[in-house]
């Protein structure tokens, strides 16, 4: 077993390293083997870089602000092996639909640390989160208000709600991934008053108990200032809510959307650098509006599972242009990774079974959906490459299977679990039965 010098392995999980046979081994598992055994497109998921970055998360910011709750953003990638990893770790979750809500249910997720976010929550949705009794409803407009409001009246519960508000932050992501401008779906705006009538609103309602404010400006953020603009922004707002309307800001939420390292050359802050910026701008701004430092709220969804993945795909066809491009085709694609189609999100690549060898040819990974765009990486450099080779492509943890589709009708892939040497199977590919499962004739 060798530890590779090569700088794209950095981006692998942190397991990773070369068998004598020049594999990638993740875990302590050969991926090549993992290919022949479950198949391919295959998701392979690191248990010890997924427990490491939970792990991170909570202490590079409790040691700095020790009430902090850190909760996994579900819509990053969620499924029950998954969630109980998250439950162990001591982590809250950030849900965003009652599918997610279920699932936390299902493996007995402690309700009061479950956040229940999404700026169009259906009444039944609603429902389901009083009835679970979820810890806070992250509120985001007034027909949400009002709604539940009424509900919660019906169930003979006072919830605790947080206001989620659209500070005007720009955090220049890609404009899909944007939320915190003025411009957007998402929040109740500062600067349009409306933060302000939604906390009037929210005080008054007698079935409600407003905890705080949450954001989220975007994601991923590769730089730390829109954070700290926006929480002063925002809690120069709870400071002025509470001279007009004796409003105590218990909690904050300055969301998520930390950034991890997609590619070799790029830039992004740490663990660490997030949370001094983060937690240093609130307590200094706290302390100059002399508000209680309020319980902080982290919402990390891709910094969590993101480098934790990987996507093993097997090559068959090989279309050289001269003087063009040369494309290889692998078995997987926008199916079970729209990314790079949706955002123009790069990726890296290995030649799982040859990481050993010299990378002298720049080809572009292809994939095998019926689109010219369903390219998953362009121009990367590659070892001599024939059919039959593993491609792993890294960061592949986050947003790529909760993203899956059947488009094609392509059975979406199987995921194991790796740890010390073992593998198990936490999601079983689909079958063409599957595919036609819920269709009636
Ligand atoms: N909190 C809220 C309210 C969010 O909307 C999100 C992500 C997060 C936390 C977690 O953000 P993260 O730490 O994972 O960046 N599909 C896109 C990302 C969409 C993110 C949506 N909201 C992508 O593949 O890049």
């Known amino acids: 077993m060798q530890r590779n010098n090569l700088p794209k392995l950095s981006l692998f999980p942190l397991t990773s ?44 910011f409790a040691r700095r602000y020790p009430n902090t709750l850190v909760i996994y953003a579900s819509k990053a990638f969620l499924n029950p092996a998954l969630a109980v990893i998250l439950k162990e770790e001591g982590l809250g979750l950030d849900v965003v639909s009652g599918g997610e809500m279920s699932l936390a249910q ?38 949400e208000l009002e709604l539940l409001n009424k509900l919660a009246h019906s169930a003979g519960v006072k919830q605790d709600i947080l206001l989620r508000l659209t500070p005007g932050v720009d955090p220049h992501t890609h404009h899909h991934t944007t939320t915190g ?9 500062l600067a349009t008053g409306q933060a302000e009538m939604a906390v009037t609103r929210a005080i008054a309602a007698p079935h409600l108990h407003l905890k705080g404010f949450h954001f989220h400006l975007g994601s991923p953020i590769p730089d730390t200032p829109p954070f700290e603009i926006a929480i002063s922004l925002v809690l120069n707002f709870a400071s002025e809510m509470r001279g007009k309307y004796e ?29 001094e910026a983060i937690t240093t701008k609130v307590i200094d701004t706290a302390n100059e509006l002399g508000l209680t430092l309020p319980k902080l709220i982290i919402e990390p969804g891709r910094a969590i599972v993101g480098q934790a993945g990987i996507a093993v795909y097997t090559v068959g066809a090989i279309k050289e242009i001269p003087g063009v491009r040369t494309y290889i ?30 990378e002298a040819a720049i080809v ?38 909760p993203m899956s589709s059947n488009y094609n009708m392509v059975p979406r892939p199987a995921i194991v679990m790796v740890r010390e040497g073992k593998a198990r199977l936490i999601r079983q590919r689909e079958s063409y039965q599957d595919l036609m499962r819920l269709d009636v004739i």
């Open 247 to 275: 409003f105590e800001l218990d909690e904050f939420s300055p969301g998520g959307g930390f950034a991890v390292k997609y590619m070799v050359d790029s830039q992004v802050p740490s663990t660490a650098d997030y949370a």
């Open 329 to 358: 085709c692998v078995d997987g694609g926008i199916g079970d990774n729209i990314r790079p189609t949706l955002y123009d999100a790069k990726y890296e690549a290995l030649v799982a079974n040859k990481v050993n060898e010299d």
């Open 17 to 60: 390293d070369v068998d004598t046979q020049g594999h990638l081994r993740i875990g302590g598992c050969d991926t090549v083997q993992l290919a022949q055994k479950y198949g391919t497109p295959l998701y392979i998921l690191d248990e010890f870089t997924l427990r490491h970055k939970c792990r991170e998360f909570h202490n590079e």
């Open 106 to 143: 299902i493996v007995d997720f402690p309700g009061e640390k479950v956040y229940f976010h999404g700026n169009n929550k259906t009444a039944d949705e609603l429902k389901l989160a009083l009835d679970w009794k979820v810890g806070r409803i992250v509120v985001d407009n007034f027909h």
């Open 181 to 189: 401008i003025l411009d957007s779906k998402f929040g109740f705006p």
């Open 364 to 401: 572009t990974i292809a994939g095998r959906y019926c689109e010219s765009g369903d390219i998953l990486a362009r121009d990367v450099t590659v070892p001599p490459i024939a059919p039959g080779d593993i491609i792993a492509m890294p960061l592949a943890g986050a947003y790529s299977i």
